[in-house]
């Protein structure tokens, strides 16, 4: 973790957090919380309440597939009640126009999946497709092209410092739909090709890593612009959301050391975003190059994008149809009744509140000596300059359930280069071909439970968390070298520490 104050430089100035209603905290509890998110020196015991991964929102920890489905375990019983209304618009079947149920009609004509659900299945991550018959209903790719001037045209991106001017495709727009409703093609159908690459540790054991090429086949609408860029996607894991959304983005951008000027190798940067909720730049947090500064934004763009729903952020009854796709644009549409939109403000309210209070799960075996010596390991190979352990919390006006919580979701919130291996070399805001913000580790450990299946990175190329690790390169190469070279028991610790979390 860089020691630069980054929220004092120029760059990230007046990236406050509009989002929450914010209660400043005292000289007293500034002093507490440097002590407590202090990483630790002592791996002889778990520390206090590093258990409760989520503070007082924790959630007990299941056996089943729906660990990740719970709420905030400091709900008030009116809010679960919220909760599950929000639940109901999540899972939801989204039907196309016209349609007699009016209250769940609009669907594409594009999309990706007929609910938040099918991507997210059972809130958790997605995969890529598995067999030739699968279908890549949590995946997809993004598209882009360079804007050829290489600067924004929008005057509000123009503000953004080091803001990398990109443009939709102009058939396809910035998101590849490989379903449409009948009579209108889908745009594509997601090709994945692997080639397995061996990697051999210090103690001879041989690690094969497969190594992804996409391809858009079959499309729909005629060619991809020349220099489309295409960037696959796996749907993440929900829980935690409305924690990450309440660290103070002030917490956030003093780990940023853009130059990295300590020397320890880490050269953190946040990400910047115009926010079409509050309608200036903000700190980005969601998506996996953080393109998205709140859990509203971040809920409504997927709603438009991978279902074709138009919402009061983004309002085009389209959905992700182009221009160019004049079939698309002239199709019937479920927007135009008492919802104004194809979901209103009140049902994205709902969706909105059940994404920020899906429950993480108690730790597991946070006193084994194994998972002790795991964490050791993981802090004294510099796992931590990325994957920061704690924060606390805003303490909030109006959200109890995320307010002045201590929270270890092992994640510093910001981009990171991790070479060229795991490029998509695709930009997104200020983030480069090769960077990605750093995933939150709580949970990885029930991924198999949840998903049922042990695939990660933002691709899911990974098919454990060793080999996830094996991909990590750039500003991560020198801790994937020590995984390379450690004892076996000091890797097989390190891994057992993360299935603990």
Excluded at 48 to 67: H, I, K, L, Y
Excluded at 176 to 184: C, I, K, T, W
Excluded at 397 to 419: A, K
Aim: charged content about 20%; glycine content about 10%.
């Amino acid at each position: 973790m860089g020691s630069v104050a980054g929220a004092d430089l120029p760059a990230y100035s007046g990236l406050d957090d509009p989002h929450l209603d914010v209660i400043p905290r005292t000289a007293d509890e500034i002093a507490r919380i440097a002590a407590v998110t202090t990483p630790t020196t002592d791996f002889t015991q778990a520390q206090p309440f590093e258990e409760r991964s989520a503070g007082a929102a924790t959630v007990r920890a299941r056996a089943d597939a729906n660990a990740f489905s719970l709420p905030s375990g400091n709900i008030t019983f009116e809010d679960e009640l919220q909760f599950k209304l929000g639940n109901g618009l999540f899972r939801k079947l989204w039907v196309s126009s016209p349609s007699s149920t009016l209250a769940s009609d609009g669907l594409g004509p594009l999309f990706n999946a007929r609910s938040c659900q099918r991507c997210h299945i059972k809130d958790g991550r997605g995969h890529p497709p598995e067999t030739a018959e699968d279908n890549a209903v949590s995946m997809f790719l993004r598209v882009s092209v360079m804007d050829p001037d290489g600067l924004p045209d929008d005057a509000n991106l123009a503000q953004i410092a080091d803001y990398i001017a990109t443009l939709p495709d102009p058939t396809y727009g910035t998101q590849l739909q490989d379903v449409a409703v009948q009579g209108h093609p889908a745009e594509y159908t997601l090709g994945i090709d692997y080639e397995e690459q061996p990697v051999t540790l210090a103690d001879g054991t041989e690690v094969s890593l497969r190594a992804p090429t996409y391809r858009a086949d079959n499309l729909g609408y005629g060619p991809l612009a020349e220099g489309a860029m295409l960037s696959p996607r796996v749907a993440p894991q929900m829980i935690g959301l409305g924690l990450l959304e309440a660290i103070p983005a002030a917490d956030i951008l003093a780990g940023a050391d853009p130059d990295d000027l300590d020397g320890d190798g880490i050269s953190g940067r946040p990400n910047i975003v115009w926010s079409h909720e509050f309608d200036r730049p903000m700190l980005g947090r969601f998506g996996l190059k953080a393109g998205n500064p709140t859990i509203m934004e971040q809920s409504s763009s997927a709603f438009v994008g991978d279902i074709g729903i138009s919402n009061p952020l983004f309002p085009a009854a389209s959905g992700e149809c182009t221009d160019l796709q004049a079939d698309c644009q002239a199709a019937i549409h479920g927007d135009g009744d008492a919802r104004g939109t194809e979901i209103d403000a009140e049902g994205m309210a709902l969706v909105t509140f059940y994404s920020r209070n899906l429950g993480v799960p108690a730790r597991r075996d946070v006193d084994d000596p194994e998972v002790l010596r795991g964490k050791e390991v993981f802090y004294t190979t510099g796992c931590t300059a990325c994957h920061r352990p704690s924060f606390v919390t805003h303490r909030l006006d109006n959200q109890p359930e995320q307010s002045f919580q201590l929270i270890w979701p092992y994640t510093d919130m910001l981009l990171h280069d991790m070479g060229p291996g795991l490029a998509d070399n695709r930009p997104e805001a200020r983030a480069t071909g090769q960077e990605w913000r750093t995933p939150p580790l709580w949970g990885i450990g029930l991924t198999e439970q949840v998903s049922g299946h042990s695939y990660f990175l933002h691709d899911g190329r990974a098919r454990s968390l060793l080999e996830a690790i094996l991909w990590h390169g750039g500003e991560a190469q020198a801790q994937r070298d020590a995984v390379v070279d450690m004892p076996p028991e000091d890797r097989a610790a390190l891994l057992r520490f993360l299935e603990s979390l």
